[in-house]
Protein backbone atom coordinates (compact mmCIF):
# COMPACT_ATOMS: atom_id res chain seq x y z
CA UNK A 1 0.00 0.00 0.00
CA UNK A 2 2.61 2.71 1.48
CA UNK A 3 4.66 1.68 -2.17
CA UNK A 4 1.73 2.19 -4.27
CA UNK A 5 1.22 5.65 -3.04
CA UNK A 6 4.89 6.34 -3.16
CA UNK A 7 4.67 5.31 -6.93
CA UNK A 8 1.73 7.68 -7.57
CA UNK A 9 3.21 10.79 -6.09
CA UNK A 10 6.50 10.35 -7.69
CA UNK A 11 4.31 9.83 -11.22
CA UNK A 12 2.26 13.35 -10.45
CA UNK A 13 5.57 14.98 -9.67
CA UNK A 14 7.24 13.68 -12.46
CA UNK A 15 4.06 14.92 -14.46
CA UNK A 16 3.91 18.26 -13.06
CA UNK A 17 7.32 18.80 -13.73
CA UNK A 18 6.78 18.65 -17.36
CA UNK A 19 4.22 21.10 -17.80
CA UNK A 20 6.55 24.10 -17.47
CA UNK A 21 6.61 25.98 -20.88
CA UNK A 22 9.94 27.26 -22.47
CA UNK A 23 8.61 29.17 -25.54
CA UNK A 24 8.44 33.04 -25.66
CA UNK A 25 5.29 34.27 -24.33
CA UNK A 26 3.00 35.66 -27.28
CA UNK A 27 -1.01 36.57 -27.46
CA UNK A 28 -3.40 33.81 -28.15
CA UNK A 29 -4.05 33.41 -31.91
CA UNK A 30 -6.54 36.07 -33.30
CA UNK A 31 -5.89 38.25 -30.27
CA UNK A 32 -3.66 41.68 -29.60
CA UNK A 33 -1.45 42.56 -27.30
CA UNK A 34 -3.39 45.90 -24.75
CA UNK A 35 -3.07 48.93 -26.65
CA UNK A 36 -0.02 50.73 -26.15
CA UNK A 37 0.28 53.60 -23.20
CA UNK A 38 -0.52 57.11 -23.92
CA UNK A 39 2.47 58.34 -23.07
CA UNK A 40 4.68 55.54 -24.27
CA UNK A 41 7.03 56.02 -26.67
CA UNK A 42 6.93 51.96 -27.78
CA UNK A 43 4.83 49.10 -27.85
CA UNK A 44 5.45 46.92 -24.54
CA UNK A 45 6.19 43.84 -25.37
CA UNK A 46 5.25 40.87 -23.02
CA UNK A 47 8.71 40.70 -20.75
CA UNK A 48 8.40 44.30 -20.17
CA UNK A 49 4.54 43.73 -18.85
CA UNK A 50 5.34 40.90 -16.69
CA UNK A 51 8.56 43.02 -15.13
CA UNK A 52 7.06 44.55 -12.25
CA UNK A 53 8.27 48.14 -11.69
CA UNK A 54 9.29 49.88 -8.73
CA UNK A 55 5.93 50.33 -7.13
CA UNK A 56 4.69 46.53 -7.24
CA UNK A 57 8.19 45.51 -6.38
CA UNK A 58 9.78 48.02 -4.17
CA UNK A 59 13.67 48.05 -2.67
CA UNK A 60 14.07 47.11 1.19
CA UNK A 61 15.61 49.05 3.47
CA UNK A 62 18.12 47.15 5.27
CA UNK A 63 19.57 49.99 7.44
CA UNK A 64 20.13 48.42 10.61
CA UNK A 65 20.18 50.48 14.13
CA UNK A 66 23.51 51.05 14.94
CA UNK A 67 23.25 52.35 18.15
CA UNK A 68 20.63 53.65 19.89
CA UNK A 69 20.54 57.17 20.56
CA UNK A 70 18.49 59.56 23.05
CA UNK A 71 15.25 61.17 21.73
CA UNK A 72 14.88 64.80 21.87
CA UNK A 73 13.01 66.72 24.40
CA UNK A 74 9.38 66.81 22.69
CA UNK A 75 7.73 70.52 23.86
CA UNK A 76 4.26 68.89 22.59
CA UNK A 77 4.67 65.82 24.75
CA UNK A 78 2.29 66.87 27.63
CA UNK A 79 0.73 65.12 30.26
CA UNK A 80 -3.09 64.60 29.73
CA UNK A 81 -5.08 67.46 31.64
CA UNK A 82 -7.65 66.78 34.60
Not at 2 to 8: C, N, T
Not at 51 to 78: A, I, K, V
Request: proline share 13%; hydrophobic share 35%.
Amino acid sequence: MKRGAAIVALALTLALAGCGSREALRPAEGKALPPKPAMAATQPTPTDLLTPGPQERPDRSEELLRQSEEQRDDRFDLPPQH
